[in-house]
Nanobody, 115 residues
Framework: QVQLVESGGGTAQPGGSLRLSCAASRSIFGAYNMGWYRRAPGKQRELVGAVSSNGNSNYRDSVKGRFSISINGAKTTAYLQMNSLKPEDTAVYYC?????????WGQGTQVTVSS
């Protein structure tokens, strides 16, 4: 089992930046597939970006070149660096890890992009 806690959300102006963190209760990132998802009001949850256990990363087209995922050296925290934010990035962001056939989610953190 693992617990995930997201933080770092808030309000940013268009063109601004935020860095989200996903803290795990143990060292797991890098060993298992993980992803950042988001759910905007009235929309379905969508994958923002993911990093596989072999280190490959992929991002949805709308965030390529603006968002990036990184993992700390202790493998306990994953980050989502978000630059050049747009109003359409407004959503609740969640991190996810697939571990032992089970999918674990954090509680989410709200990101609002508004002038």
């Amino acid at each position: 089992q693992v617990q995930l806690v997201e933080s770092g959300g808030g309000t940013a102006q268009p063109g601004g930046s935020l860095r989200l963190s996903c803290a795990a209760s143990r060292s797991i990132f890098g060993a298992y597939n993980m992803g950042w998802y988001r759910r905007a009001p009235g929309k379905q949850r969508e994958l923002v970006g993911a990093v596989s256990s072999n280190g490959n990363s992929n991002y949805r087209d709308s965030v390529k070149g603006r968002f990036s995922i990184s993992i700390n050296g202790a493998k306990t925290t994953a980050y989502l660096q978000m630059n050049s934010l747009k109003p359409e990035d407004t959503a609740v962001y969640y991190c996810n890890v697939n571990l032992g056939g089970l999918s674990y989610w954090g509680q989410g953190t709200q990101v609002t992009v508004s002038s």
